[in-house]
């Protein structure tokens, strides 16, 4: 896929000090919930383009988290800027881990931040909170931070796609604007309902044109598609079709399933579908391509492509209980992972003044 345009940008970052108070929570009534907004704080007038900029590259100067945010070895001198960080970070979740992933690339940045002086006399502050990838408890710690904590400048993080989107929805409320490293459903992309939301990685979307091209390489004019009735995956779908349609390539048949698959993939089979897209979760995979086995469509005249985001080996993890781990394995034999980068190939110089290749060995 092609690279997304870039424009030349003066940048207005500089720091003209405290020179007007400004407020860095809520900005209205008491809330539905009986949180009280609290007085403004003291703060620069930073640009809220370059508080992203900022934060995109690194935030605060160390942390641990607990249950109502983090304790914060701060700097001997200087005034923080709180930054309210809303990720699931507990290790029984399956998405902790990219919680917990993101951190060394955060002090990373840190140190580069502080090295710089890029804020001086100011630091990010940032308090960690746990959303457990569980909407109530998101919610939960969203207003903890509020309650609880100290007035939050904007919000860091957002993996899951339920919790992130209630919260983001939330926003205008409190006059918080959000940046998301790991949010991918396209539903946020919709800038009427989730205006003050933004993020550092694209839509599920992107990987559709990838697919397309993909399809015309092989010159295979002709596919079916399986999607879990997911509101994420029906987004993306229903992308992929239209795309489909701009490139004349036949969707031969369009079926989606809840918890079983299986009649969905007969009904593929028998419309004689040999190129299957799926949208689905890796649990569902697991059933997806147990039911593929007994339909006998795998091999090589069949080519499966599904999402290329699922966690490594997760197959292992998987439920097999349909069918054995043997038969699970032959069915997916040879399918194919549609995902975007996660970090470019391209030897060229972020803003950091690394190129992505430096950064990732700096990070090891």
Same mark, same amino acid.
């Given at each position: 896929?092609?690279?997304?345009?870039?424009?030349?940008?003066?940048?207005?970052?500089?720091?003209?000090?405290?020179?007007?108070?400004?407020?860095?929570?809520?900005?209205?009534?008491?809330?539905?919930?009986?949180?009280?907004?609290?007085?403004?704080?003291?703060?620069?007038?930073?640009?809220?383009?370059?508080l992203?900029?900022?934060?995109?590259?690194?935030?605060?100067?160390?942390?641990?988290?607990?249950?109502?945010?983090?304790?914060?070895?701060?700097?001997?001198?200087?005034?923080?800027?709180?930054?309210?960080?809303?990720?699931?970070?507990?290790e029984?979740?399956?998405?902790?881990?990219?919680?917990?992933?993101?951190?060394?690339?955060?002090?990373?940045?840190?140190?580069?931040?502080?090295?710089?002086?890029?804020?001086?006399?100011?630091?990010?502050?940032?308090?960690?909170?746990?959303?457990?990838?569980?909407?109530?408890?998101?919610?939960?710690?969203?207003?903890?931070?509020?309650k609880?904590?100290?007035?939050?400048?904007?919000?860091?993080?957002?993996?899951?796609?339920?919790?992130?989107?209630?919260?983001?929805?939330?926003?205008?409320?409190?006059?918080?604007?959000?940046?998301?490293?790991?949010?991918?459903?396209?539903?946020?992309?919709?800038?009427?309902?989730?205006?003050?939301?933004?993020?550092?990685?694209?839509?599920?979307n992107a990987?559709?044109? $990838?697919?397309?091209? &993909?399809?015309?390489? @092989?010159?295979?004019?002709?596919? #079916?598609?399986?999607t %879990?009735? +997911?509101?994420?995956?029906?987004?993306?779908?229903?992308?992929?079709?239209?795309?489909?349609?701009d490139?004349?390539i036949?969707?031969?048949?369009?079926?989606?399933?809840?918890?079983?698959?299986?009649?969905?993939?007969?009904?593929?089979?028998?419309?004689?579908?040999?190129?299957?897209?799926?949208?689905?979760?890796?649990?569902? $995979?697991?059933?997806? &391509?147990?039911?593929? @086995?007994?339909?006998?469509?795998? #091999?090589?005249?069949? %080519?499966? +492509?599904?999402?290329?985001?699922?966690?490594?080996?997760?197959?292992?993890?998987?439920?097999?209980?349909?069918?054995?781990?043997?038969?699970?394995?032959?069915?997916?034999?040879?399918?194919?992972?549609?995902?975007?980068?996660?970090?470019?190939?391209?030897?060229?110089?972020?803003?950091?003044?690394?190129?992505?290749?430096?950064?990732?060995?700096?990070?090891?």
């Amino acid at each position: 896929m092609a690279p997304s345009p870039r424009r030349r940008w003066n940048s207005p970052c500089a720091l003209p000090g405290a020179e007007t108070p400004q407020a860095a929570g809520a900005g209205g009534a008491e809330s539905a919930t009986g949180v009280s907004p609290k007085p403004a704080i003291q703060m620069p007038m930073l640009p809220p383009q370059c508080l992203l900029l900022v934060l995109g590259l690194g935030l605060g100067p160390g942390f641990v988290y607990g249950s109502r945010g983090t304790t914060i070895e701060q700097p001997a001198n200087g005034t923080s800027l709180s930054i309210m960080g809303l990720m699931p970070l507990n290790e029984t979740v399956a998405k902790g881990n990219i919680g917990r992933g993101v951190l060394p690339a955060v002090q990373l940045a840190i140190d580069q931040i502080r090295n710089i002086s890029l804020l001086h006399p100011y630091f990010l502050d940032l308090k960690l909170y746990d959303t457990a990838c569980d909407n109530a408890q998101g919610l939960k710690a969203f207003y903890d931070a509020i309650k609880y904590g100290p007035n939050h400048l904007m919000v860091f993080g957002g993996v899951c796609p339920s919790v992130t989107s209630i919260i983001a929805e939330s926003l205008k409320g409190w006059n918080l604007v959000q940046l998301s490293f790991a949010a991918t459903t396209p539903v946020l992309a919709d800038k009427k309902k989730y205006p003050y939301f933004f993020r550092t990685v694209p839509s599920d979307n992107a990987v559709n044109p $990838a697919i397309v091209k &993909f399809l015309k390489h @092989f010159k295979w004019k002709r596919v #079916g598609t399986l999607t %879990q009735d +997911i509101q994420r995956f029906s987004e993306v779908r229903n992308d992929l079709t239209g795309e489909l349609e701009d490139s004349a390539i036949q969707i031969a048949d369009t079926e989606s399933f809840s918890n079983d698959p299986c009649s969905s993939v007969k009904k593929l089979k028998g419309n004689d579908v040999r190129i299957i897209i799926g949208q689905f979760d890796e649990h569902m $995979a697991a059933k997806v &391509f147990c039911c593929a @086995f007994d339909e006998d469509m795998y #091999g090589s005249k069949y %080519q499966w +492509i599904i999402p290329g985001w699922y966690q490594a080996l997760w197959w292992q993890q998987a439920n097999t209980s349909t069918c054995s781990t043997k038969n699970l394995l032959t069915a997916m034999e040879g399918y194919i992972g549609v995902d975007f980068e996660p970090l470019s190939t391209k030897q060229i110089k972020t803003i950091s003044g690394r190129t992505p290749q430096q950064y990732e060995k700096k990070k090891k």
